[in-house]
Nanobody
Framework: QVQLVESGGGLVQAGGSLRLSCAAS????????MGWFRQAPGKEREFVAA????????YYANSVKGRSTISRDNAKNTVYLQMNSLKPEDTAVYYCAAYYTDYDISNYPERGNEYGYWGQGTQVTVSS
């Protein structure tokens, strides 16, 4: 059973930065591709970023591309999301997610239904 715990959310002014962390336990972390998703009030959950098992491949939503960086440390069982130049529209609950794969990453890492494990989320609020 995989447990995922996010941290690092908070209140930040527009233009600021945050680094989200997601600590995994209960499994061999390096066997899992990892992703970040977010859900704003009244909106559907949306893909933010994903990273392959080896960290050799990363994917980003257009809305955060160029402003965010996903990374992972397999020795620490942790995946990160560095977010810069934050905008009020980035306000959401951010969720970490994981899925087991025999490959480095699947063909559709942006699809939420690829992921079998989810964290509880961390709130990010960006004030204007």
């Amino acid at each position: 059973q995989v447990q995922l715990v996010e941290s690092g959310g908070g209140l930040v002014q527009a233009g600021g930065s945050l680094r989200l962390s997601c600590a995994a336990s209960g499994t061999t972390f390096s066997n899992y591709a990892m992703g970040w998703f977010r859900q704003a009030p009244g909106k559907e959950r949306e893909f933010v970023a994903a990273i392959s098992r080896s960290a050799g491949r990363t994917y980003y939503a257009n809305s955060v591309k160029g402003r965010s960086t996903i990374s992972r440390d397999n020795a620490k069982n942790t995946v990160y999301l560095q977010m810069n130049s934050l905008k009020p529209e980035d306000t959401a609950v951010y969720y970490c997610a994981a899925y087991y794969t025999d490959y480095d990453i699947s063909n559709y890492p942006e699809r939420g239904n690829e992921y079998g494990y989810w964290g509880q989320g961390t709130q990010v609020t960006v004030s204007s």
